[in-house]
């Protein structure tokens, strides 16, 4: 169980590694939205569940932590939403192949 | 009815969070829990036609939605994965904005669509307005997929009764 939290923990780790570098070189304002939205919420949600099996006897944390997931499944996206329409409600103009 | 409902819905967290069960921290979740439900139990449950059984067959049916959802992210996250490591990310890369209309009528199967499309491969949702959904696709496929499969899925969930 132990292993089995490690494992998630550093998957995690590697999809924020992705996100942080499709962050960086997206072109973009709404590409860079694409991957801090999605990244974040996998990344989290994994490295959350990690920890329950870091923690395999306290039934009371694990579904604390559960609760945090799920909260995190509802609030991630529709943040992104958020700044995705605050973005374009401000005139920000998406990148396109042929604008370079 | 939707008393005890909302009553169960508050009661329930507070137990996982408060993590104490001895009288007095029990006690005082019931006194709130109760006063909230009194007051806001119209907030929580509109439907007032849906039965018990309806209400647990639709949990059932939520929860393995979720499940689904849950592969989903991970294929969106393999996506951006492999499109922001790509040494040719310019060419993967044709961002559109899609506009579509749903046929979903609900607010809840609404907003657990648009969540749905932003969590899923290479589309984030940027506005609903009424039924009009503007959606940003990453990629061409992407945008080709839209509404897809996902909007059914809902449709069978949240807007039958029952």
């Given at each position: 169980?132990?292993?089995?939290?490690?494992?998630?923990i550093?998957?995690?780790?590697?999809?924020?590694?992705?996100?942080?570098?499709?962050?960086?070189?997206?072109?973009?304002?709404?590409?860079r939205m694409?991957?801090?939205?999605?990244?974040?919420?996998?990344?989290?949600?994994?490295?959350?569940?990690?920890?329950?099996?870091?923690?395999?006897?306290?039934l009371?944390?694990?579904?604390?932590i559960?609760?945090?997931?799920?909260?995190?499944?509802?609030?991630?996206?529709?943040?992104?939403h958020a700044m995705?329409?605050?973005?374009?409600?401000?005139?920000?103009?998406p990148?396109?192949?042929?604008?370079? | 009815?939707?008393?005890?409902?909302?009553?169960v819905?508050?009661?329930?967290?507070?137990?996982?969070?408060?993590?104490?069960?001895?009288?007095?921290?029990?006690?005082m979740?019931?006194?709130?829990?109760?006063?909230?439900?009194?007051?806001c139990?119209?907030l929580?449950?509109?439907?007032?036609?849906?039965?018990?059984?309806g209400?647990?067959r639709?949990?059932?049916?939520?929860?393995?939605?979720?499940?689904?959802?849950?592969?989903?992210?991970?294929l969106?996250?393999?996506?951006?994965?492999?499109?922001?490591?790509?040494?040719?990310?310019?060419e993967?890369l044709?961002?559109?904005?899609?506009?579509?209309?749903?046929?979903?009528?609900?607010?809840?199967?609404?907003?657990?669509?648009?969540?749905?499309?932003?969590?899923?491969?290479?589309?984030?949702?940027?506005r609903?307005?009424?039924?009009?959904?503007?959606?940003?696709?990453?990629?061409?496929?992407?945008?080709?997929?839209?509404?897809g499969a996902?909007?059914?899925?809902?449709?069978?969930?949240?807007?039958?009764t029952?």
């Amino acid at each position: 169980m132990g292993y089995l939290g490690y494992i998630l923990i550093s998957t995690g780790l590697v999809f924020f590694l992705g996100t942080t570098i499709g962050l960086l070189r997206f072109p973009d304002f709404y590409t860079r939205m694409h991957a801090a939205g999605k990244g974040d919420t996998l990344s989290t949600v994994m490295i959350l569940i990690g920890c329950i099996c870091l923690v395999p006897m306290d039934l009371l944390l694990a579904l604390k932590i559960l609760l945090i997931i799920h909260f995190i499944f509802i609030g991630s996206p529709t943040a992104t939403h958020a700044m995705m329409d605050a973005g374009h409600k401000a005139g920000a103009a998406p990148w396109r192949k042929d604008s370079k | 009815m939707k008393y005890l409902y909302s009553f169960v819905v508050l009661f329930v967290p507070w137990l996982v969070l408060s993590g104490k069960f001895d009288s007095v921290h029990v006690g005082m979740g019931v006194l709130c829990s109760s006063l909230v439900a009194y007051w806001c139990a119209d907030l929580l449950f509109q439907d007032k036609a849906a039965t018990l059984g309806g209400r647990l067959r639709q949990l059932a049916r939520f929860v393995g939605y979720m499940g689904w959802l849950l592969g989903q992210v991970i294929l969106a996250n393999l996506h951006v994965f492999r499109v922001a490591l790509s040494p040719r990310m310019n060419e993967l890369l044709s961002p559109q904005m899609v506009e579509f209309d749903s046929t979903l009528e609900k607010e809840l199967s609404k907003f657990i669509l648009a969540n749905s499309i932003t969590l899923t491969p290479g589309t984030v949702t940027v506005r609903v307005e009424g039924s009009r959904f503007l959606v940003h696709a990453l990629t061409d496929s992407a945008a080709r997929g839209l509404p897809g499969a996902m909007e059914k899925r809902i449709a069978k969930i949240f807007e039958r009764t029952g």
